[in-house]
């Protein structure tokens, strides 16, 4: 069965860190880009960060940048984001995803081949 895992959310307060996991179970997600999309309560689910298979091309977000890295081992199958900096604005479940290559991550969710359940990421103030 293949799947995406997601651990590492959590509750933490504004200006602390979170790193996010997501290991791939079933098959060897090398040849995909992977990344994150998150979904606040009642918004639409949108983009934070991706990275291409081989991990030489990133994007992320504006609302992330300069915060949040993402990094991929694909020895391990797994993709990271680091969270730093954290806003209670960033409170969300975030989920990983894998599609065929960033510029799919940055059209929208609806083109992504695989996701994970999701994780929650609460930001105190």
């Known amino acids: 069965q293949v799947q995406l895992v997601e651990s590492g959310g959590g509750l933490v307060q504004a200006g602390g860190s979170l790193r996010l996991s997501c290991a791939a179970e079933g098959r060897a997600f090398s040849t995909y880009a992977r990344g994150w999309f998150r979904q606040a309560p009642g918004k639409e689910r949108e983009f934070v960060a991706a990275?291409?298979?081989?991990?030489?091309?990133?994007s992320s977000a504006d609302s992330v940048k300069g915060r949040f890295t993402i990094s991929r081992d694909n020895v391990e199958n797994t993709v990271h984001l680091q969270m730093n900096s954290l806003k209670p604005e960033d409170t969300a479940v975030y989920y990983c995803a894998a599609g065929k290559a960033v510029s799919i991550f940055t059209s929208g969710p609806g083109g992504m081949d695989y996701w994970g359940k999701g994780t929650l990421v609460t930001v105190s103030s």
């Open positions: 990275i291409s298979w081989n991990g030489a091309t990133t």
